[in-house]
């Protein structure tokens, strides 16, 4: 038991994305045109209005309207990129499509990563955006320690598009499944991103890069990535556009009331359905029970 208590519970997953926005309306065209995502609910909060988007009973991103706010510092601690998850080759395909054909998008790669294939673009306002795949479990490699084996390989989105994209499913990305796949993080130092989101929130490091550090629940290859390539060395955050809240979904109260054993000495919050706590950046993160609607989103 005294090792469970160390580690978060193995069917753990992420939840919506929260983004201070400058361009509510704009911003949520731009989701809406490359993710199929829909308004589901907003409220206003003084001077913000917080608007959830998803899908019919499945929120994927918070918005909240910021705009006095700078924008984005590339250089700061806060996010990498959200990566949404799809189930097949051919959804990824027809959402890769939507999004390479939006004139606001800017395309910044693509990568074959072993564990998954990834495409990666920049919205509006300067956060990343990954669309992925899983490959099979089956066909995971692991190093000699028990990392997962992960590589960044050129990946040809024309070939990808040729091969899998199919425009029944184009016609129909309204419907296709998508979750919050993982959430990369930019911090200031990796060893102190490790002392937060291992050794507190609980999540079992996976592997590690020059300069990163990917973790998981349950033998994932990551739910939460930290890098300091651009941000080494960063302080705790100014306010800015960008990311807001970071969700992640625990099956259990006993999860939490582990998570508050592991947060001894941080501060936290306890509503008892979610606890809340910040990075050593500033940066906001919930862990809550399951079945978090619009309504508490909202008033997060």
Known sequence: MALLEKT?????????????????????????????????EEKVHGKEVHRVLGRPG?????????PGLPAVDPRQAGLYHTA????????????????????RSRFV???????????????????????????????????GNGDVRMDTIYLDP???????????????????PASIGHVHLQVGNTEQARQFYVDKIGFEATTSVAGALFASAGGYHHHVAMNSWHSAGAG?????????????????????????????????SDNGTSVTTLDPWGTHVTVSLPGVDTDELLNR
Request: glycine content about 4%.
């Open 8 to 40: 978060i519970n193995q069917n753990t997953f992420m939840d919506a994305v929260s983004l201070r926005v400058g361009d509510l309306e704009g911003m949520s065209s731009y989701y809406s045109n490359i993710l199929s995502l829909q308004p589901l």
């Open 58 to 66: 499945t929120p994927l991103l918070r918005l909240i309207s910021t």
């Open 84 to 103: 949404f998850l799809f189930d097949t080759k051919e959804s990824l395909a027809a959402t890769v499509y939507r999004a390479a054909h939006e004139p």
């Open 109 to 143: 790669g693509s990568s074959d990563h072993l564990v998954s294939e990834a495409f990666y673009f920049t919205d509006p306002e300067g956060n990343g955006i990954e669309l992925y795949v899983d490959r099979p479990r089956s066909e995971w490699l692991y190093a």
């Open 158 to 176: 024309n070939k990808y598009l040729q091969t899998y994209l199919s425009e029944t499913v184009l016609n129909n990305t309204s419907i296709l």
């Open 236 to 268: 705790p955050r100014a306010a800015t556009l960008g990311l807001a809240d970071v969700a992640i979904v625990v099956p259990e109260r006993e999860d939490l009331d582990m998570l508050v054993n592991r947060l001894k000495g941080t501060e936290f």
